[in-house]
C-alpha cells in the first residue's frame, strides 16, 4: 500500500518560493506508469491540478502554472518536491501530493498540507 | 469556475438512488477523454471512486457506478446510506487547456 506524506512550511510571505516535499512509502517512485504528482485545493473546495513528474524526470506543468512550478524527483530518497515561485494570497490552498497513474487517474493521495501565504 | 459542471448539491433519503452529473465539453468529456470520480469526506482527502468511466477500485461498494452520455457523464449511489455524506468531484482531461480538469464538486447530503 503506496503512502505519501507532504512536509513543509505552512505559511510563507507574498513574492516568496513555497517549497514543498512529499515522501512515499510502500513503494518506489522508480515504479513504471507512476508519476508523482501535486494537486490543491482552495478553501472554497475547488481542486486545481499543478503538474506530474516521471521518474526519469520528465515532467508535466499545468500551462497557467508553469512559469512558476518545478517539481523534481529524488529517488535515492523516495521523495519528490514542489517549489512555487511568486506566491500570492491567491496560492492558498491545501495542497496534496499524490500518485497519478498511466490512466489519468490518482489513485493514491496524501493526507494535504495547508500553506498560507500571508505577510 | 469549473471547466467541468457539477450541481452544487444533491441530496437523498437513505435506502434511495441519487446521481450526480458532470458536463463537459468536445474538448474533455465530448472528445473520449475518460472520466474519474473522486469522493471526499469532510476533513479528509479524494479517495478514488470509479476509474476510466465505470470502474470501481477494490473496497469501493457496487452501490456506486458511472456512466457516459455524450458531453456529460453521471455518478449514480443506489441504497443511499449515510457513510455516503461527502463531496464528490468528477476529473478529466482537456485537449484546449491541455491540463488535467475537475469539476467543481457536488455536496451529497443524506437527509
Known amino acids: 500500500q503506496v503512502q505519501l506524506q507532504e512536509s513543509g512550511p505552512g505559511l510563507v510571505k507574498p513574492s516568496q518560493t513555497l517549497s514543498l516535499t512529499c515522501t512515499v512509502s510502500g513503494g518506489s517512485i522508480r515504479s513504471g506508469g507512476s508519476y508523482w504528482s501535486w494537486i490543491r485545493q482552495y478553501p472554497g473546495k475547488g481542486l486545481e491540478w499543478i503538474g506530474s513528474i516521471y521518474y526519469s524526470g520528465s515532467t508535466y506543468y499545468n500551462p497557467s502554472l508553469k512559469s512558476r512550478i518545478t517539481i523534481a524527483a529524488d529517488t535515492s530518497k523516495n521523495q519528490f518536491s514542489l517549489n512555487l515561485s511568486s506566491v500570492t494570497a491567491a496560492d492558498t490552498a491545501v495542497y496534496y501530493c499524490?500518485?497519478?497513474?498511466?490512466?489519468?487517474?490518482?489513485?493514491?493521495w496524501g493526507q494535504g498540507t495547508l500553506v498560507t501565504v500571508s505577510s | 469556475q469549473s471547466v467541468l459542471t457539477q450541481p452544487p448539491s444533491v441530496s437523498g433519503a437513505p435506502g434511495q438512488r441519487v446521481t450526480i452529473s458532470c458536463t463537459g465539453s468536445?474538448?474533455?468529456?465530448?472528445?473520449?477523454?475518460?472520466v474519474h470520480w473522486y469522493q471526499q469526506l469532510p476533513g479528509t482527502a479524494p479517495k478514488l471512486l470509479i476509474y476510466v468511466n465505470n470502474n470501481r477500485p477494490s473496497g469501493v461498494p457496487d452501490r456506486f457506478s458511472g456512466s457516459r452520455s455524450g458531453t456529460s457523464v453521471s455518478l449514480a449511489i443506489t441504497g443511499l446510506q449515510a457513510e455516503d455524506e461527502a463531496d464528490y468531484y468528477c476529473?478529466?482531461?482537456?485537449?484546449?487547456?491541455?491540463?488535467?480538469?475537475f469539476g467543481g464538486g457536488t455536496k451529497l447530503t443524506v437527509l
Open positions: 468536445s474538448s474533455n468529456i465530448g472528445a473520449g477523454y475518460d
Open positions: 499524490a500518485r497519478r497513474s498511466s490512466g489519468w487517474f490518482v489513485d493514491y
Open positions: 476529473q478529466s482531461y482537456d485537449s484546449g487547456l491541455s491540463n488535467v480538469v
